[in-house]
């Protein structure tokens, strides 16, 4: 058609390389398309960007054949550590900021950049990759399952009352940022400790959240608010409309102990005049069971949080704690990278014994690398995907093995969004 350019992109137009920092300002602009973040962004938002991730670690696609060399597809990922069932720490690579130019989609250039960041992770000998997914169909195909769940609430402050009667002394305050600065990353620590797929954050990752910049607040919200309690802390914000509506969200609680958990919310709950109250929160959260009416608290969404990939199927199986002996064959299929196999896995004592099971072994468990890792954690019980038919197993015996010993004392959570 007349006056129609085309952008019909041969794979030899599309040039793929690592960032440098003549490449931050396209960076920031093809992102901001894809996520409506603002553009240019202040100078204090750029580096709290730039300082979590290595210029090496982002892979960039530029198509060579238009005469601006435009930015078309950007891909990175964060160096992180994630807490394992029972209580282990591993290196994570966790994949972020992934967007391609709308004139350039469906060409395969997402499929491009993965590959070249898997083919580094396994050289590198990381065991796991994560990810916050903006779409669910988009990751499986590439080992990803869903491992992390968030529940959001709501509740009516004044309301809910707790069961427990409040102690004599109070023992959540208010508290100043320099305060939650000096207290709150080593709480958070301990949390991360005692919760499956809790991600540890360094101090680059604590500069954004504390510094809670103007500029990076929703519209109409309030600067955060801080309670704090020896074991634990929440902060939240208070909205208010131009209308005159009023309502709080809790931007995030971390409680080490029951107690800390049940005072910071006795607080919350009770927060004068603000006629809502949403929060998010792991999906096994207790506080339905601490108010007298269990309905004060509506469960309003259910988000997967976290995407998991295995990239080591024996490192991986090693690595964490099992809550009951097993003796299986599991049978892991790899599409994307061809790295799963055959496994013979044993526990004993919690601790898993995994050999390359001798060839001609009977499977008794068969699936999927993205089931296997939306297991891992504890997330979803293996007999969830037995009934979806995505996971098959010999036996009835075999499936009740697997979700005693894959279960988790504390549903997964990642806590941090990336
Ligand atoms: C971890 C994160 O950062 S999550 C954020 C992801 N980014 C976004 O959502 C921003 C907006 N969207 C985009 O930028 C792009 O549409 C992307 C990145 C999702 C996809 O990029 P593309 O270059 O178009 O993907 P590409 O052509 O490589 O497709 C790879 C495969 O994924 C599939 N796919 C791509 N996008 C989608 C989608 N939105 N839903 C379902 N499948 C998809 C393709 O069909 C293709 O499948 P196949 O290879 O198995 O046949």
């Not at 994570?92 to 993965?114: D, E, K, N």
């Not at 990751?139 to 009516?156: D, K």
Request: hydrophobic residues 40%; charged residues 25%.
């Amino acid at each position: 058609m007349e006056g129609v350019t085309s952008v019909s992109t041969p794979k030899s137009r599309l040039s793929l390389q690592r960032a440098t920092d003549a490449d931050w300002d396209d960076i920031i602009t093809t992102d901001a398309r894809a996520f409506a973040m603002r553009n240019p962004l202040p100078d204090d938002e750029r580096a709290d960007l730039r300082n979590k991730v290595a210029d090496d670690d982002i892979v960039l696609v530029r198509d060579t054949g238009l005469s601006s060399n435009p930015l078309v597809g950007v891909s990175m990922f964060y160096r992180m550590s994630m807490s394992l069932p029972g209580a282990g720490v591993a290196d994570a690579a966790g994949l972020s900021w992934v967007s391609v130019a709308s004139t350039h989609r469906r060409r395969g250039i997402l499929r491009r950049m993965i590959t070249e960041l898997f083919e580094q992770w396994e050289a590198e000998d990381f065991t796991f990759a994560i990810l916050t997914a903006s779409e669910g169909t988009i990751y499986e195909r590439f080992g990803f399952g869903p491992a992390c769940f968030s529940h959001t609430i709501a509740l009516t402050p004044g309301n809910p009352v707790m069961r427990s009667a409040q102690p004599s002394e109070a023992t959540v305050r208010f508290a100043n940022p320099d305060e939650i600065a000096a207290a709150v990353p080593d709480l958070h620590a301990r949390w991360t400790l005692g919760t499956p797929g809790a991600l540890t954050r360094t101090p680059e990752w604590w500069a954004p959240i504390l510094a809670d910049r103007p500029s990076e607040r929703p519209l109409s919200a309030s600067g955060l608010h801080y309670l704090l309690h020896d074991d634990g802390y929440a902060s939240y914000r208070i909205y208010k409309a131009p209308s005159g509506d009023v309502r709080g969200e809790v931007n995030e609680i971390f409680a080490v102990t029951d107690d800390a958990h049940t005072e910071l919310w006795r607080v919350l709950v009770s927060l004068d005049l603000i006629p809502s109250l949403t929060a998010t929160v792991p999906v096994d959260d207790p506080l339905r069971h601490k108010l007298t009416n269990l309905r004060a608290v509506t469960v309003t969404g259910r988000r997967d949080e976290m995407w998991l990939r295995i990239l080591d199927v024996p490192a991986a199986l090693s690595a964490r704690k099992y809550a009951a002996e097993l003796d299986v064959v599991l049978d892991i299929a790899d599409e994307f990278r061809g790295r799963g196999g055959v496994f013979k896995l044993s526990v004993r004592g919690g601790d898993a014994i995994v050999t390359p099971a001798e060839p001609g072994t009977t499977p008794t468990v068969r699936m999927d690398t993205s089931v296997l890792s939306s297991i891992y954690l504890g997330g979803i019980k293996p007999s969830e995907f037995a009934a979806a038919g995505r996971l098959d197993v010999d036996s009835p015996a075999t499936l009740r093995a697997l979700d005693l010993a894959f279960g988790t004392d504390r549903a997964p959570f990642s806590g941090t969004f990336f």
